[in-house]
């Protein structure tokens, strides 16, 4: 969604906690065992860092977070004690694409710059056709920046700070490869993060109580469900 001036919050597509009962652990081991396997299934385009949230208010205490992002997907995890328990938790969001209006005006400033130097190199016919043809041109390869096998640039401008959000708002294309590839990051670093919580509680000889999943993951479009025995009538 395309916003304007300040940031909106990140829409939340996944949650999920786990209670465990007297239990205790390494929050900072249980973050670099998930860095450690991530980095085995060489997701791609995947960045691992620690956050800091604060509990309420600027001067409560604050819980470490790892956070994983690709792109504007963010995974953010918290592995914290609770009085004599413990819980963790995963949240998989989506950042909004922002596009500000400084970076609006640095864009107009730009195009005008372009005018003027078309203008003034090619006269001002020859100049206004050529830049026509360019501005099309530019578009046309910024709208299909991945099927050109430019991914590296897809990348670069995904990042940059004045183009990025603009790219991402009004050129980037969506396809179903792109809905795919979100897919396989949300089950890659999800089931990655359970294994490890299963892992982690059943060492120390503890059950797990039942997972709180809250959909839907991407929309209501790719909700999980079970498969009810009517279904398998229908597909065998």
């Known amino acids: 969604m395309l916003g304007f001036l300040k940031s909106k919050q990140a829409d939340v597509l996944s949650h999920w906690y786990t209670p465990v009962p007297n239990f205790n652990t390494s929050t900072q081991d249980f973050y670099a065992a998930v860095e450690k396997e991530l980095k085995a299934q060489q997701v791609p385009g995947l960045a691992i860092s620690q956050v800091e949230f604060s509990e309420g208010g600027p001067l409560s205490d ?3 977070y790892l956070r994983m992002t690709r792109e504007r997907l963010v995974f953010d995890v918290c592995a914290a004690p609770f009085g004599v328990n413990y819980f963790f938790s995963c949240r998989f969001a989506e950042l909004p694409a922002v596009v500000k209006l400084w970076q609006l005006a640095v864009l107009v400033v730009g195009l005008l710059a372009l005018v003027a130097l078309s203008w003034k190199l090619l006269s001002f016919w020859f100049g206004s056709i050529a830049l026509v043809a360019f501005l ?3 578009v046309y390869l910024l709208r299909n920046v991945v ?35 979100r897919l396989m990051y949300l089950t890659v670093v999800e089931g990655v993060i359970k294994k490890l919580v299963e892992q982690e509680t059943a060492a120390k000889g503890v059950k797990l109580v039942t ?17 009810g025995s009517e279904d398998k009538l229908a597909t065998s």
């Open 62 to 64: 604050k819980r470490t």
């Open 136 to 138: 099309l041109l530019a």
């Open 211 to 227: 997972q709180y999943e809250h959909s839907p993951i991407l929309g209501e479009l790719y909700k999980p469900r079970r498969l």
């Open 147 to 181: 099927a050109l096998g430019l991914k590296d640039l897809d990348a670069s401008l995904i990042k940059s700070p004045v183009l990025g959000p603009i790219y991402e708002a009004w050129l980037r294309k969506e396809s179903y490869y792109r809905q795919d590839t």
